[in-house]
């Protein structure tokens, strides 16, 4: 009865009043009833947080897949193309969907794949066509501006001690038509062929080396369009968008994207040379670093970032038993 009561007092009483309350000596119950709150008030405000972030990158995720169908739809391509497009879409709905609202099941999901055709090359490549496309459009030119300086100097298009401004003002037409440029030849390339090793000189050209590592004769397997591929493609996009927007260099260092075993865990680790400027340039929201952290978090892993001597890693580490039907 006496909590009854204190319930039907505790409603009667205003916010303020019971601010006031909680500060006189001797009422315990009150600052009991000022903790309760703040502590939902708190989980209200991390819950609504979380949704934010994981709407954020949905969003993000499926620009993409529709950049694809959109440029395929205007060239008239290959209508598999289209189709991949529209299924990576679907299965990235379906895991979003239970990134939100159940833990134990994304888990459950992502253990019970572990057989299929595919790799985690081939999820690589994918991450590869979806990340490239959202960088090459002209609404995000500003995004990559250092590498379409580099490129224009070392062809000779631009004088070798051309600022950035000087580019977008004084030479705007090289910078739109490199952007046109690049656009069209990568989404040809990526109708034409899904082969890592062109893909990576194509890259190489334009911006820096790509260095891979232990993702060959990898023992990971899973199911085309089912939970881990779609998660490790989140994943992998957008560890290397930030490893593409974030990039500087004086000499043209490569990319290293890593994949490693320990024990108990699976690591993907991706570095890559920058700077101070250049990594607190306003080149996004940074909410995807928050969402892959969130995520992380959710399969019982971790995300890391550290900046050290202009050398950029960040690792995303997941247990290892998730990903490997380990061998009696």
Avoid at 30 to 43: G, R, S, T
Avoid at 256 to 273: A, K, M
Wanted: charged content about 25%; hydrophobic content about 40%.
């Amino acid at each position: 009865m006496s909590h009854v009561l204190n319930t039907h007092k505790r409603r009667l009483l205003t916010p303020k009043r019971l601010w006031e309350k909680a500060a006189e000596p001797g009422h315990a119950e009150a600052q009991d009833y000022l903790l309760e709150d703040i502590a939902k008030l708190e989980e209200k405000e991390n819950a609504k947080k979380e949704l934010e972030e994981i709407m954020a990158m949905f969003a993000h995720k499926f620009r993409g897949p529709l950049l694809n169908i959109q440029y395929n739809a205007n060239h008239e391509n290959q209508k598999t193309r289209t189709i991949k497009a529209v299924q990576t879409m679907t299965a990235l709905l379906d895991i979003f969907s239970t990134i939100s609202t159940d833990d134990v099941k994304l888990r459950e999901k992502i253990s019970r794949d572990k057989r299929g055709d595919r790799t985690l090359t081939a999820v690589l490549v994918d991450s590869l066509l979806l990340a490239m496309p959202q960088l090459l459009i002209a609404r995000h030119i500003k995004r990559i501006k250092q590498h379409y300086l580099s490129y224009a100097k070392k062809m000779a298009r631009i004088p070798s001690m051309a600022t950035w401004e000087q580019l977008s003002d004084d030479y705007l037409d090289i910078l739109e038509n490199l952007q046109v440029e690049w656009e069209n030849s990568f989404m040809e390339l990526a109708v034409e062929s899904d082969n890592l090793t062109e893909m990576s000189m194509w890259i190489q050209e334009r911006f820096f080396p790509i260095q891979i590592h232990g993702f060959d004769n990898n023992p990971i397997r899973f199911k085309r369009y089912g939970a881990t591929e779609s998660v490790l493609i989140i994943v992998m996009t957008e560890m290397l968008l930030n490893s593409i927007k974030y990039y500087s260099a004086t000499t043209v260092q490569p990319i290293v994207v890593r994949w490693e075993f320990q024990p108990d865990i699976s690591r993907l680790i991706c570095e890559n040379p920058t700077t101070h400027k250049e990594s607190n340039s306003p080149k996004g929201t940074h909410k995807g670093q928050s969402f892959l952290n969130m995520i992380a978090r959710k399969l019982g892993g971790n995300f890391t970032t550290i900046l050290k001597q202009n050398r950029y890693t960040a690792e995303f580490n997941l247990p290892r038993h998730l990903l490997i039907e380990e061998k009696i």
